[in-house]
Every structure is written in C-alpha cells, then in structure tokens.
C-alpha cells in the first residue's frame, strides 16, 4: 500500500493575480468561484460573480497556526 507523500495542506492565502498566458486555465480560479458560491468567507472578495480571480490575496489569519497543532 502507498502512502502518500503529504498528510496535511496549509493554505493561508485566498486570491491571486493572473500574470501570465499560462494562467488561462487556472484550476485554483475554478476552485475559489466554488468555494465563493458555497458562502466560504475568505473567498468572497478574491473572485468575482462570473469567477475570475479581482486581483485580490487576502491573508487567513485564523490558518498561520495550523502547523503547531
């Protein structure tokens, strides 16, 4: 049996900037309207309706401790 290679994902940001052609097809974009039109708070500003991303990071304060725990 496998084990995977990472057992816990830490994300204290929410939003980005698309900078380049490559960020087209963003899949984190995708993620971040669905995550909006499920009413999670710290994407509601970093995604517009249509879902794309306003150029926006806000910064999940209440995340940056996760690792001690």
Same mark, same amino acid.
């Given at each position: 049996m496998a084990k995977d290679w990472w057992e816990f994902s830490w994300n204290v940001a929410a939003g980005c900037t698309k900078v380049s052609v490559e960020c087209q097809h963003c899949w984190a974009e995708t993620m971040a309207r669905r995550l909006k039109a499920m009413g999670r708070e710290e994407y509601q500003d970093v995604v517009? &309706? &249509?879902?794309?991303w306003t150029n926006r990071v806000t910064t999940i304060s209440g995340r940056l401790n996760e690792p001690l725990k």
């Open positions: 517009t &309706e &249509e879902g794309h």
